[in-house]
């Protein structure tokens, strides 16, 4: 993955609610996985 991608993730994650943290953070990497590949090609 590259640095620009990565960075992204973290900004989602910093935004997330601690509470909601376990379900928004699946929900966020799965997501993220599907759009990996659009980013790389």
Same mark, same amino acid.
């Given at each position: 993955? #590259? *640095? !620009? *991608?990565? %960075? *992204? !993730?973290?900004?989602?994650?910093? %935004? /997330? =609610? $601690?509470? #909601? +943290?376990? =379900?928004?953070?699946?929900?966020? /990497?799965?997501?993220? +996985? =599907? %759009?990996? $590949?659009?980013? !790389? #090609?």
């Amino acid at each position: 993955m #590259n *640095y !620009l *991608y990565i %960075s *992204y !993730l973290m900004g989602q994650y910093r %935004s /997330v =609610k $601690p509470k #909601n +943290l376990g =379900k928004d953070a699946k929900f966020r /990497v799965s997501t993220g +996985l =599907k %759009s990996v $590949p659009q980013i !790389l #090609n």
